[in-house]
Every structure is written in C-alpha cells, then in structure tokens.
C-alpha cells in the first residue's frame, strides 16, 4: 500500500504514546493488566513495550536471539500486555533493538559485529556495575541485524503476536573495520575502506542503513503489508530525514532536554517544535512523533525534568502538530520521581481536547527557513520563534518552484550548499514576486544574481558595529534612539549594484581585542562612518533579495542580542510589507503556531518564560495577541480551549485583537470566522 492513500489507518489518527523503557530484573514486577490501566489513565492510547533485539521479551524460537533471563518458563508476557491492551483498547507498538548483543552471541557469531580498525569489537558498558552480561555493538551489514536474527525475529512477532505497529530503536550505521564492511566498501567504490573515519565516501553511512532497513522493512511487509514501521529522524545532518523517510511509514524524532550537560550547554528551547516542524515536511507521511524523555539526561534518567521544563518541553511537541510520545524509565510502580506522571497525565490530556480540532488542520506559514543544520540555522530558527514568525523549514532537496510559491519570504542561512538547479528555483521564485534573505561570504552561484562588484572575506572582526542611518530606515523600527548594534565574525568586503538600497553599513573596529578598554580608544571611533555595505536590498524582477555580506545567523546564535533580534525582525515585517500573520507584544519568551481547519483557526502558545532549566511557570497575564484573517472573512467566535471559556477579543479590519487574561504553560486559542 503506497503512504498517503488510506486515512482510515489508526496511525493517521491522534496518537498519545507511552513508553514504559524496561530493565530485565523488572519484569517479575510488571503486572499488564495494572500497568496498561496506569498507562490509560495517564492518558495513553497507545503503549510502546519491549519486544526483542538485545532481548526477547518472548518465548522466541529464533537462536541466538537471548530470552530475557527473568521471564519465567510458563508465561507469555508479551501476550499478556497485548491482552490487555485489547481489553483496554490501547494499540500495541513491539519495540525491536537490533543493534547491541550479548557477548555470549559474539563468542559463538563473532564475524556479526563491529570492528574497530585494530579488529577489536565495540565493547558497551566494560565497567557497568551489577553483574550484567557484556553487550557489543553489531555491525549494520552483519547477520544479527540481517536475515540471521532480526528478519526472522521479526518475521516471527508478525506471525505469533497481533501487534500494531513496529518500532525498530536506534538502527544506525555504526562504524566498522570488519571484513564484511571493507567487501562492501570496495565493491561499491572501487576503493579500500580509508583508515581516516572522515575520508569515507560522504553516502557509506547512508547506503549501510538503507540496505539494511529495505532489508527488515521488506520481512515486515511480507507479513503485512499495513503494518506501520517508526523510524527515527533528528535534526542533524547525520540523521538526514530524506535518507530516512522513504523507508518509514511514521518518523520519530528525539529532542532529548539534555540538563546533565550543565547549563552552558542547554538544548536550544525551541528543539522540539523545530524537529516536529521538520518531521511535518515529509509530504505522504502522517505527523511525526516527538519522543520526549522524562529525565534530564541519561546519566540521570532515573530523576524527573523539574516539572515546569518537562511540561514546557512536551508542549512543544502538540502545539506543532506533532504526536506526544512519553519515554519513561520504568513502568509508574518503579519510578522514583512522580512528578513526572503529573505532567505526563497533564499534557496527555491537553492534547486530547485539541485532537478533534487539529485532526486534518493544516499549518499556516508565511515564511522559510532553509534548514542546514548550522549554527546560522539555529540562530535563525531561535530568532524566528523568539519573534513569533510563522515559518516553515526547507529541507534544500525540498526546494521546488511548487513549494517556494507558498511562502512571502524565504531565508538561506550562511553554509547552506545548493545545487545550480535550486539556486535557479530560488532566483525564479524572488524574480516572480518572491523576497529571499541571504547572508554570509556568497558562494559564486549567487555572485550574478546579487550584482554586487567584489567579494573579498575579511578576517575575523570584533569590536566592530552595524550602523543604521537615517530615520526612515525600516531596519532601524526600535532602534530609533541608537544607531549602532554590535557586530563580530567576518564580512564580505563587496560594492552595491545599481538600484541597490544601502541599508545598513560597517563601522570597523575601534581598537585590538586586547585593549578595548586602554586609553585613548575607549571614548572615540577612529572612523565612524564607511561606505561598506552590510545589508543591502536588491529589487530582483517583481521581488526582492535582501543581502547581509555577514552572518547575522551567527550573531543571534552565539549572542542574540535584543538588537539584533530588533535587526531581524525589522527586516522581515518590511518584506512582509508590514503584515505580518501574527504579533504578540511583550512576550519573546513564548512560542506561536498557527493551524487552519476549514476557516477556523488554532493559535497555539506554548510559554518558556524564564530562565532555564524552568523551576515554575512564570505566569503571564494579558498577553495581546493580534492575528490577521483574510480580508473576506470575519470571527465570530473566539475561545480558550485549554483553559476553557470565551476569550476577550475584538476586530479592527482584518485584524483580530485577543487578550489571553492568563498564560501558564500551554493555551490553544480557536478562532472561528464567517464571511465578511
């Protein structure tokens, strides 16, 4: 059945999952009937539960494939949990991990798993306390993770068990030097398999995981053919989406809040709507799962998140359109932190009152962000969440004159590589009407297009500034009263085209690094003014191209000053020509989505005010929310789905004024409209 065709399926339903991470030495203590009515009650309806892998939580017939020690001989627990979801019609996802095997397999199949380059296998967990068997990473093009083990596990769950769905944790390439990888490699390249990681062929890692996932999603096919397969996805590049998504029937991805890092090393606070954001780009595939762990990290998975960050941090999740899927460690009978089952019940049953409303509702965007996975995306991406900009991202093999046309503005962070096709697809699209944002040293594809004369990098500046001249400059909205904002990095020396307008200039550095604060530098500017351009807006056709000859990607990310926030935002209400979808006074802690159903609308904020890790919900009152309908339409109702009740509102135009009297963590405002 090809992805797309059959709403009817439950995975294209709403789905709040449950994950209950299970230790071996627990099992005696799990009781299915209690444990899928906590779960139910927690507002699951659908559990995710250990099947097989490392370990068969099943009577499997499959050699090498290690019962699970602790289950007793008569039993069948993986039947009984199924049981019992029926009885409580909860759906049923087995969960598979290939990946890991005990040594006792190694010692007997040792050719099935990964090789260092001195031939030594991958050892996980060598000074583990407790007396657990040693587990090893498998290789990806090994037996255990081919039709030695995992196909005819697989095979063999499908043909005994009625589960709902299969969900295959953490089948990445791993690196490997074994003798089955170095035939592999040199039969697909020509070439023996490098000693240096970093001289691998840029596909090898990706070609090893499609072989072996074709491979297991074929054996799960041949079963049945509508049995969905959860795969995972992340942001990063090593995790490329468009390699993973043709495989999946649903993608997971994982925006662990990893606290344990220490504060300097937060995860950005807006990770879980950028991943869903992500995952909805996958056109044929149902809304992605956000996997939210409750721990603050690994090495702590057995403490909760503080409670305001977890609920901050799962919100996230719904509020973009994505399914909630819980990660626990232990079932709620052995967890030691219950706070954490508070905020799970809480946010479960939030998104079960939204769920008819966003079932088939659909995002509202106004921009793009071409999504690169680099420190100038993730400035962007923060930036554009701080301001409450509607943005899609743009996966670059996404780029089509189709998609392009649906957005006002389409932004290209700094490193982002695109083939001459795409870069011709972008010109298009600003030549037909469009506006485009650039930044950063230009590659030469763009150098005809900008018409700008020179293009020479400079070397790294600081204490140098970004001038904004005269008072009907846009970029300068806010910034009326000064007309400096700080400027570090490198910038591309360059000379303005005719008919380019000259918005924003370069003061150079004042002084070295080293005595910014010495006499006689420190109160005067050995040239306050030059002609070098550092934001410039070039007509292009019936559109425009908005060219920063510096990362201001990088500045938001590494600084993200409120200036520079201001230089941002100013920028893209002026290509938006002043109208923005939505606006929100007062409350850059606090993300916006937007989703449309027909002609109603679902604004959702989620609030993260405060600083992180969030010990409370800083609790906001009044919050001024104005959102523009079309010009055809009117509201006739507005109301507080979350919180319940009618909220204050009124409409000036096209424009409809609502006042959120109390903002904790999440609302869901529903607008209704009516023809004008």
């Known amino acids: 059945m090809s992805k797309g065709t059959d709403n009817s399926l439950w995975w294209r339903k709403p789905i709040r999952v449950i994950q209950p991470n299970l230790q071996v030495r627990d099992t005696a203590r799990i009781d299915p009937g209690k444990l899928v009515r906590q779960l139910k009650v927690l507002g699951a309806n659908t559990i995710v539960f250990n099947v097989g892998g490392i370990y068969a939580w099943?009577?499997?017939?499959?050699?090498?494939?290690?019962?699970?020690?602790?289950?007793?001989e008569d039993r069948d627990l993986l039947q009984e949990v199924i049981d019992a979801c029926r009885e409580q019609e909860l759906r049923f996802v087995a969960r598979f991990d290939f990946g890991k095997a005990e040594d006792s397999v190694y010692l007997q199949r040792p050719e099935w798993f990964a090789r260092q380059q001195d031939g030594k296998p991958n050892y996980i967990g060598v000074f583990r306390p407790g007396g657990w068997?040693?587990?090893?990473?498998?290789?990806?093009?090994?037996?255990?993770?081919?039709?030695?083990?995992?196909v005819q596990v697989l095979q063999e769950v499908l043909d005994h068990y009625a589960v709902d769905g299969i969900f295959l944790n953490a089948p990445n390439y791993t690196t490997c030097y074994c003798h089955e990888c170095k035939q592999k490699y040199a039969a697909l390249y020509g070439e023996q398999l490098p000693d240096d990681v970093s001289r691998f062929a840029q596909d090898w890692a990706a070609r090893c995981y499609h072989d072996n996932l074709s491979l297991l999603r074929a054996a799960i096919k041949s079963k049945n053919a509508e049995m969905p397969l959860i795969l995972y996805y992340q942001l990063s590049r090593e995790e490329s989406i468009l390699d993973r998504s043709p495989l999946a029937d649903i993608m997971c991805t994982e925006p662990h809040d990893v606290l344990s890092r220490g504060r300097s090393s937060l995860p950005e606070w807006c990770n879980p709507a950028l991943s869903v954001k992500l995952g909805r780009t996958m056109e044929g595939l149902p809304s992605p799962f956000g996997i939210i762990h409750t721990s603050p990290g690994m090495d702590w998975r057995h403490t909760g998140l503080p409670p305001a960050e977890h609920r901050f941090w799962m919100s996230q999740v719904p509020a973009n359109g994505g399914h909630i899927w819980h990660s626990l460690t232990g079932i709620p009978d052995t967890i030691a932190d219950k706070r954490i089952l508070q905020s799970v019940a809480a946010i479960n049953h939030a998104a079960a009152v939204i769920e008819p409303y966003m079932e088939d509702a659909k995002p509202l965007y106004e921009l793009a962000l071409v999504w690169n996975d680099d420190p100038s995306g993730e400035g962007w991406s923060d930036a554009l969440m701080q301001k409450h900009f509607l943005f899609d991202l743009l996966i670059p093999g996404h780029i089509s004159k189709a998609r392009l046309s649906k957005y006002a503005a389409v932004i290209i962070p700094e490193g982002t590589s695109l083939s001459e096709h795409q870069v011709a697809d972008l010109s298009g699209y600003a030549a037909g009407g469009g506006n485009l944002v650039l930044e950063g040293h230009h590659p030469d594809e763009w150098k005809e297009i900008l018409r700008l004369?020179?293009?020479?990098?400079?070397?790294?500046?600081?204490?140098?500034?970004?001038?904004?001249?005269?008072?009907?400059?846009?970029?300068?909205?806010g910034l009326e009263d000064t007309s400096l904002i700080p400027l570090r990095g490198r910038v591309t020396y360059c000379r303005p085209g005719r008919n380019t307008q000259v918005l924003a200039t370069l003061v150079p550095p004042f002084s070295p690094l080293e005595s910014v604060g010495a006499p006689p530098e420190r109160a005067s500017l050995p040239a306050e003014k030059t002609d070098i351009p550092l934001a410039m807006l070039n007509p292009y056709g019936q559109g425009n191209i908005m060219y920063f000859p510096f990362s201001l990607g990088q500045l938001l990310r590494q600084y993200g000053l409120p200036d520079h926030h201001t230089l941002l935002s100013n920028t893209l209400i002026m290509l938006l020509k002043d109208k923005p979808v939505i606006e929100i006074q007062d409350a850059e802690g606090v993300q916006a989505s937007v989703f449309q159903k027909h002609n109603d609308y679902l604004i959702h904020l989620v609030n993260g005010t405060g600083r992180r890790p969030l010990a409370s919900c800083v609790q906001l009152h009044d919050v001024a929310v104005s959102f523009a309908v079309p010009f055809d339409r009117e509201a006739k109702q507005v109301k507080k789905l979350l919180s319940a009740g009618d909220a204050e509102w009124r409409q000036e135009g096209n424009r409809v004024r609502i006042k959120v009297d109390l903002l904790n963590t999440w609302e869901c405002i529903h607008v209704s409209t009516m023809e004008a």
């Open 133 to 150: 068997p040693l587990l090893l990473h498998t290789c990806i093009n090994g037996g255990y993770r081919g039709n030695e083990v995992a």
């Open 453 to 477: 004369q020179g293009s020479q990098l400079s070397e790294e500046l600081a204490a140098a500034y970004i001038r904004l001249d005269g008072p009907a400059n846009p970029l300068r909205r």
């Open 58 to 72: 099943y009577p499997s017939q499959v050699r090498y494939h290690i019962r699970n020690e602790y289950l007793s």
